[in-house]
């Protein structure tokens, strides 16, 4: 049995979690007492030697990402915290802000003082009406009670903290699209470099920060860098780049499962694990076919494959995009592939921004071929055709601004060459009729 004591989720479900009083009577915002003791260079230092990685998909070093913004730069700095949580099966950052708004906001305030930032926007996904109010009504409490504003705890350090409802579209979520989005433009990511950290909102130095991560910023100011590294998975010494996966870890499991909900877990577990001891197992009494490891674009892992660590490198390993956001889906024996695979495509021809001929016209072809196979009008050959177009669009082949476009291929990748023979299957007995 998994048995793990929640830090992230700790206050989830005591009496008023999301209100200050509670937070406070709990130790909140001890930990930015003391990051405000320290220098700004020192806070870095010590996420840093923490091995935080980001929780928004990328797996990015956050410590190492705060080390790009310009040295000696006059200001303005900007955050901006990431909330638009749109992949789906994802819902870790909603629970962060809907149960706990204080730990974000502490994370938020010690990442302000340590970036050097005096603004933060807070972009939040617009279905997000609860996250909206409760996180309103919380950052109002900091204002109160000298936790936001200026001269923070009487410290000399000042900070403003905005909520910026999304603009209702998947491709907000990357963050130059978030960028643009807030200067209030249409959600275009723009072309890297440069680089967010050297000119990203108003043209100026910015970091951009997940939910979760800035909440694990507040853990590991609050109970060190060893308590944080003495969870989840080590890094191999003898492999230089591989940067480990150090902390705790929200994991969205939903789908076929008997208990779907968020869990939190050290990074690491199995996907067997989480689908039985967590889930409780695949729905009336039935097998898992495959499992989403981290939201949709990142693929699928077969049920030969459910031994796969979720850290950040396990589902690489087992030939996916990554760990993603974390979101477990599992898909039970009884669902077509086929289907699975027509939901994926046509979600991201329908977010595409359309900058890129590529994802534009290759998330379409691909949705328009599966409906193809679907009407019974497919070819065998549609199979290999997929993958051509899959492998022709993303970062990765070096064809698109974002990674949207990679996001949208890998499915496709994994579906036919991890289930081919049941879409051969598909097609021959769907022309039959
Ligand atoms: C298409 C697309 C959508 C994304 N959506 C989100 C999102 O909803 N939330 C998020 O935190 N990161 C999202 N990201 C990743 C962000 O671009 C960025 O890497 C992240 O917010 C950085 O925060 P972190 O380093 O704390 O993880 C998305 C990326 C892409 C390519
Ligand atoms: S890869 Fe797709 S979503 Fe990203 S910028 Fe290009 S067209 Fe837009």
Known sequence: MITFEPVLLRRVGLPDSASLATYQADGGYAALRRALGMEPAQVIELVKRS?????????????????????????PIYLCVNGDESEPGTFNNRILMEEDPHQVLEGILIAGHAIRARTAYIYLRYEYGRSYRTLQRAIDECYANNLAGKNILGSGFDMDIFLHRGAGAYICGEETGLIESLEGKRAWPRIKPPFPAVEGLFRKPTIVNNIETLACVTQILDRGVDWFRSIGVAADVNNPRDLGSYGPKLYCLSGHVNRPGCYEL??????????????????????????????????????????????????????????????????????????????????????????????REGTAWMTKILERI?????????????????????????????????????????????FRPEFEQYIRSKRKK
């Open 266 to 359: 050290p990074l690491g577990v199995t996907a067997r694990r989480l689908i039985d001891q967590c889930g409780g197992g695949v729905r009336n009494g039935r097998r898992v076919k495959a499992v989403v490891p981290g939201g949709i674009s990142m693929g699928f892992l077969s049920e030969a494959e459910l031994d796969t660590p979720l850290d950040f490198n396990g589902p690489l390993q087992a030939g996916c995009l990554g760990l993603g956001t974390a979101a477990v889906i599992v898909i039970d024996d009884q669902t077509s592939m086929v289907d699975v695979l027509y939901n994926c495509c046509r979600f991201f021809s329908h977010e595409s921004c359309g900058q890129c001929t590529p994802c």
């Open 51 to 75: 091995g935080l990685r980001g929780r928004g998909g990328a797996g990015f070093p956050c410590g190492m990402k705060w080390t790009f913004l310009p040295k000696g730069h006059p200001g």
């Open 374 to 418: 679907r009407a019974g009008r497919g070819e065998p050959s549609d199979l290999d055709l997929l993958l051509e177009v899959a492998g022709s669009m993303g970062i990765l082949p070096g064809t698109t601004i974002c990674g949207l476009s990679d996001g949208a291929a890998w499915p496709v990748k994994n579906a036919i060459h991890k």
